[in-house]
C-alpha cells in the first residue's frame, strides 16, 4: 500500500475536493477518511436501531455492529479486554467521566495532580472537583521548553496523592509526556494515572497496557473519525471500583422505587443511548489506521516539523513555544511579537492555509510562556512539503501586511 502524502490525502473527501487547501490545524480536528463515511451509511441503512435493548433481527445486528466497534477499540488500544472500553460522546467527556467518578471515591485532603500543559478539559474538571469536594489540586510545572518538569515530582505528590491526570502529548508545544516516570513514581505511592491521550491517538495505534496508566481518553475525530464520539479505557478493576457519573437507561443491574443498583462497566458508564453510528464509524477509522506503517507515516511528520522549525527559525524575533527538538510531534506553535495570531490566521486563510491562532484551550500553559495567544500548525499523515513551504511562505506575506 502507498503511504505517500497524496495517497493518503486522495483518501480524504474533503481534502481531495480542495485540492488548494493546505490543511495544517488536524491537531482540533482531522479530516474524516472515506472509509468511516462509508461505514456510517452503511450503518445507517441496514443496522441503524437502538442498542442493548431489543429482540428483533435488526437491533440485534446494532448490537453487534456497536460491541464490534468496542473490540476494534480495545485492539487500537491493545487493552486487556473489550469490556474496559467505554465509548462517550468525546475525550472531554471521558474526562469529565473520571473526574466525577473516581473524584466520588477520594476524601478532602487527598490529592490529585495535573499538569500546567493540560487542556482545559483536563484542568477544569479537576478544579471544579476540587471547589466540589474538598480535594488538593497541585500543578506539575513545565520547564521552559515546555515538558513537563518532574523533577519534583516526589515532593508534589506528597504523602496523599490517589491520582495523576496528565496529557500524553501537549496540544500546544507537541512535547510528549515521560510517561513512565509518572506511572513510576505513582505505582509506589498506590495512585493512579490517566493519561490524556487526544493528541496522541492521531500518530499512531496506542498500547495502554506498555503505558501502564489505569485510564485512557482520546476523541474520535481527532484521529480521522467522527465527531461526537470518543472513548475512555480504564483497567478492568479500577473500572469496576468506581460508581457511575451519569444516570439512566442501559447503565443498572435494578430500578425499584427506593433505589438502584449498577451494572458492571463499560455499562454502568453508558447510560442512555450511547453514540452507535459514530462508534462504528470510529472503528472504521481505527481499523484503517491499524492497516498503515507508522514507520513510515512517523518519518515524514518528523521530517516536515524539522522543516517547518528550521524556516520559522529564520523569522526575526519569532518565538517558538515548546521543544526546539529531539522527540516532539508534530504539533508547533509559535509567537510573533506585535503581531495578532488571529490576524496571522486571517491573512494565511487568504492563501487557503488553515491553521488556528488563539490560547488553544490551554491558558495555565501560554501563561507560563508569558502569552496570550499564539499561531499552531498541526501536522498529520496527508501533510506534505508544499504545506510547509506555504505557510512559511504565507507567514512572510503576513509580516508585510501586518507589520
Ligand atoms: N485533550 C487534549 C490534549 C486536546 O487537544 C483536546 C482537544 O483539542 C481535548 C483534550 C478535548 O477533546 P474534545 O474537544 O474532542 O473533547
Redesign the pocket.
Known amino acids: 500500500m502507498s503511504h505517500t502524502a497524496a495517497s493518503l490525502r486522495a483518501q480524504f473527501p474533503l481534502l481531495a475536493a480542495t485540492p488548494e487547501l493546505h490543511y495544517l490545524d488536524s491537531?482540533?480536528?482531522a479530516q474524516i477518511h472515506r472509509t468511516v463515511l462509508d461505514a456510517v451509511l452503511h450503518h445507517e441503512t441496514t443496522s441503524r436501531a437502538n442498542v442493548l435493548r431489543g429482540t428483533y433481527r435488526l437491533a440485534e445486528a446494532a448490537d453487534l455492529a456497536y460491541e464490534q466497534a468496542r473490540q476494534t477499540a480495545a485492539r487500537f488500544l491493545n487493552a486487556g479486554s473489550a469490556d474496559e472500553i467505554v465509548f462517550t460522546?468525546?475525550?472531554?467527556?471521558?474526562?469529565n467521566l473520571v473526574s466525577h467518578a473516581f473524584g466520588a471515591t477520594l476524601q478532602p485532603g487527598d490529592r490529585v495532580l495535573i499538569s500546567v500543559a493540560?487542556?482545559h478539559?483536563?484542568f477544569v474538571p479537576w478544579q471544579m472537583l476540587r471547589d466540589r469536594c474538598g480535594i488538593e489540586l497541585t500543578l506539575i510545572p513545565v520547564s521552559a521548553d515546555g515538558r513537563l518538569d518532574l523533577e519534583r515530582l516526589a515532593d508534589l505528590m506528597g504523602s496523599r496523592c490517589r491520582f495523576i491526570a496528565v496529557?500524553?502529548?501537549?496540544?500546544v508545544t507537541g512535547a510528549w509526556t515521560d510517561v513512565a516516570a509518572i506511572v513510576a513514581a505513582a505505582r509506589e505511592a498506590g495512585a493512579r494515572v490517566l493519561l490524556?491521550g487526544?493528541?496522541a491517538v492521531q500518530h499512531g495505534p496506542q498500547d495502554v497496557q506498555a503505558l501502564g496508566g489505569d485510564f485512557y481518553?482520546?476523541?474520535g475525530?481527532?484521529c480521522f473519525g467522527p465527531?461526537g464520539v470518543?472513548v475512555l479505557w480504564g483497567r478492568a478493576e479500577a473500572l469496576t471500583q468506581m460508581p457511575p457519573f451519569l444516570g439512566g437507561g442501559g447503565m443498572i443491574a435494578e430500578v425499584t422505587p427506593e433505589a438502584s443498583t449498577w451494572a458492571a462497566p463499560p455499562q454502568r458508564f453508558e447510560a442512555g443511548t450511547p453514540p452507535i453510528a459514530q462508534a462504528v464509524g470510529l472503528a472504521a477509522a481505527l481499523e484503517w489506521m491499524m492497516t498503515l506503517d507508522w514507520t513510515v507515516i512517523r518519518a515524514r511528520e518528523d521530517a516536515l516539523c524539522k522543516r517547518l522549525i528550521e524556516g520559522l527559525a529564520r523569522i526575526p524575533s519569532l518565538h517558538l513555544l515548546g521543544p526546539q527538538n529531539g522527540e516532539r510531534a508534530p504539533i508547533v506553535s509559535f509567537d510573533i511579537p506585535g503581531l495578532h495570531p488571529h490576524d496571522i490566521c486571517q491573512v494565511l486563510d487568504a492563501q487557503s492555509l488553515a491553521l488556528r491562532g488563539g490560547h488553544?484551550?490551554a491558558q495555565p500553559l501560554l501563561a507560563a510562556f508569558g502569552v496570550e495567544a499564539c499561531t499552531r500548525a498541526s501536522i498529520a499523515l496527508y501533510n506534505d512539503e508544499a504545506d510547509i513551504e506555504a505557510l512559511l511562505g504565507g507567514l512572510d506575506c503576513a509580516r508585510r501586511e501586518l507589520s
Open positions: 491537531a482540533a480536528t460522546s468525546g475525550a472531554t467527556a471521558a474526562l493540560e487542556h478539559s483536563n496529557t500524553q502529548c501537549s496540544n490524556d487526544a493528541q481518553a482520546f476523541s475525530h481527532k465527531g470518543g488553544h484551550c
